[in-house]
């Protein structure tokens, strides 16, 4: 009779030990998705400031275009966010435009990334009536 009783608690110290292996797992799953989730709103943060900082290079470009000062190849460092943003600027001309090309470089986590924005630009003439 008490031979029986030791294999009955045997078995239930073996579902609970299965259970908690289970819990453990589950746990690490759920680190491990929101590390990922985290990483990716980090990466997903940094690439919409870089286009924010291009926008603001090409409006400040514009600007000086139509004050008469053409865009010229550039490469600069912006800080936004805590965060330096490289900025190289290639210029070509066709005809009365330029095709201007933003290279943005940056660093996330030890990891650098990179991305380019292409306008093209021309000078405002006001005409007169």
Do not use: K
Not at 20 to 49: I, N
Not at 53 to 74: C, K, N, W
């Amino acid at each position: 009779m008490r031979q029986m009783r030791s294999n009955e608690e045997g078995g239930w110290i073996l579902i609970e030990a299965v259970l908690l292996g289970l819990v453990v797992v589950a746990a690490a799953a759920v680190l491990g998705m929101f590390a990922r989730t985290a990483l990716l709103a980090e990466y997903a943060a940094a690439r919409m400031e870089a286009a924010f900082v291009a926008r603001a290079q090409f409006s400040r470009m514009e600007a000086e275009l139509d004050q008469g000062a053409p865009p010229t190849e550039t490469v600069t460092a912006v800080t936004s966010n805590d965060r330096i943003y490289h900025v190289a600027a290639d210029v070509g001309r066709v005809g009365n435009f330029y095709d201007v090309r933003l290279t943005l470089s940056w660093q996330v986590l030890g990891h650098e990334e990179q991305v380019c924005f292409v306008r093209r630009m021309r000078r405002h003439v006001e005409s007169s009536p």
